[in-house]
């Protein structure tokens, strides 16, 4: 069974604070994902990784910044948390994405961590 | 811009009722679409995957459809147990970038 391990399952922290999420998969997975999931507007991506060293945006990146030194680790990092940023966030990873050829189906399902639920005050 | 709605939000069931949770997206450029559970608390378990060019997948009491023309996709849940009570998620897989987009979520709960 593949496994998505958060490091944290709960977080309180102050504003300002310079906050590490890290999130380590055991299937030598290429793409590995950052969501936040808040009330009433679903999981929305912050960032994700298709291989070692690489990161792309998603769709809230504005606040947050990633890092990605191994293949299996990927960190998400508030430079200097505030309150807008209280929320669950989730970690995913999956084999391979459209980028690599080959049939899609079980390479494209995404495995999720137990999440962190991340309180600044 | 790809937006997923899920509709209802929120159901209600008595233990053995067959029922069906609809999902609609705007644009039918996908590469897949997939449902997930999530429990709460916790984070989301994949059910299943329907690729673009299938118009159903099964697993189990679970069956979902996918109707790409009209941008729609249901999930058929069969003969519902109150430990079928959980959200669930379904998501599209853009063909470019890479990523999934997750509707809201339908919260159900099954009572015995």
């Known amino acids: 069974d593949v496994k998505v391990t958060q490091s944290s399952r709960y977080l309180v922290k102050r504003t300002g604070e310079k906050v590490f999420l890290e999130c380590v998969q055991d299937?030598?997975?290429?793409?590995m994902f950052w969501y936040r999931q808040d009330p009433g507007l679903g999981l929305r991506l912050i960032y994700f990784s298709y291989d070692v060293k690489m990161k792309e945006k998603g769709d809230i990146p504005e606040g947050y910044s990633v890092s990605r030194e191994k293949k299996e680790r990927f960190s998400l990092i508030l430079e200097s948390a505030s309150t807008n940023q209280t929320s669950m966030y989730l970690c995913?990873?999956?084999?391979?994405?459209?980028?690599?050829?080959?049939?899609?189906?079980?390479?494209?399902?995404?495995?999720f961590g137990a999440g962190t639920r991340l309180s600044v005050l | 811009k790809q937006e997923v709605t899920q509709i209802p939000a929120a159901l209600s069931v008595p233990e053995g009722e067959n029922l069906v949770l609809n999902c609609s997206f705007t644009?039918?450029?996908?590469?897949?679409l997939q449902w997930f559970r999530q429990d709460p608390g916790k984070g989301l378990t994949s059910l299943l995957l329907?690729?673009?060019?299938?118009r159903e997948q099964t697993s189990g009491r679970l069956n979902a459809s996918l109707d790409k023309s009209s941008g729609r996709s249901t999930l058929y849940i069969a003969a519902s147990q109150p430990g079928d009570s959980a959200t669930y998620l379904c998501a599209v897989e853009l063909l470019s970038p890479d990523k999934l987009i997750f509707g809201t979520g339908t919260r159900l709960q099954v009572f015995p």
């Open positions: 995913a990873s999956s084999l391979a994405g459209i980028l690599v050829s080959g049939p899609i189906g079980a390479k494209n399902i995404q495995y």
């Open positions: 299937m030598d997975h290429e793409n």
């Open positions: 644009d039918s450029a996908i590469y897949n």
């Open positions: 329907i690729q673009s060019s299938q």
